[in-house]
């Protein structure tokens, strides 16, 4: 991600410790879809279509929030594939399933 006064390509530090995300996405966590889902889908569809992912594929989703696109992912793999999320936040977690 690049800032507005960032060279291109270059990557900003985090100002969160794991802690203060966690915190902060397990209290969002029921609401994250409604708020930040209408921002994120057009990324999310861009993404999903250039990771072009085939039935039988073995896809890990690291950060994958609310499930959203794992299950778009486990759509995709069919019953012969298998997908993954690993999520920082519990609470996101416990949406996606």
Do not use: C, H
Not at 78 to 95: C, F, N, R, T
């Amino acid at each position: 991600m690049t800032g507005g006064n960032s060279p291109p390509g270059s990557v900003l530090p985090v100002l969160r410790s794991k802690k203060e995300a966690r915190k902060l996405y397990n209290r969002i966590s029921g609401v994250y879809d409604g708020i930040a889902g209408i921002f994120e889908r057009k990324y999310t569809e861009v993404a999903l279509w250039r990771l072009a992912v085939q039935e039988g594929e073995r896809v890990l989703e690291i950060g994958s929030g609310t499930g959203r696109s794992l299950l778009t992912i486990a759509r995709s793999v069919g019953s012969g594939g298998q997908a993954y999320g690993i999520d920082i936040s519990p609470g996101m977690l416990k949406v996606t399933q």
